[in-house]
């Protein structure tokens, strides 16, 4: 017999392919106001900017950049939201 609870949390993926500078950062920013702390999205983005600007940002606003991804130009970054 099972007592527990079972949490099912969906995974926030938003597509910021075809943005420049600074738009994947500000629409990240935007999502991550959606979302409590502890909880990630992930974005995708092909800017060659997107991995210098995410970085900047997570340090700045006080976010942890989990894990970041190039496949073919396409970069992939999960964030943790830890600040409010």
């Keep these: ?10 995974e926030q993926i ?4 075809g943005l420049k500078c600074p738009l994947p950062v500000l629409k990240a920013r935007r999502a991550l106001k959606s979302i409590d702390i502890g909880q990630t999205i ?4 092909d800017d060659l900017a997107a991995p210098i600007d995410f970085k900047h ?7 942890q950049l989990e894990h970041q991804s190039n496949q073919n130009g396409l970069f992939t970054f ?7």
């Excluded at 609870?5 to 969906?10: A, D, E, K, S, V």
């Excluded at 940002?57 to 976010?63: D, K, P, S």
């Design 1 to 10: 017999m099972f007592y527990g609870f079972l949490i099912y949390m969906q």
């Design 57 to 63: 940002f997570c340090e700045t606003a006080g976010h």
């Design 42 to 45: 992930t974005v995708m983005a």
């Design 14 to 17: 938003f597509d910021f392919t």
């Design 78 to 84: 999960i964030i943790r939201k830890l600040s409010s």
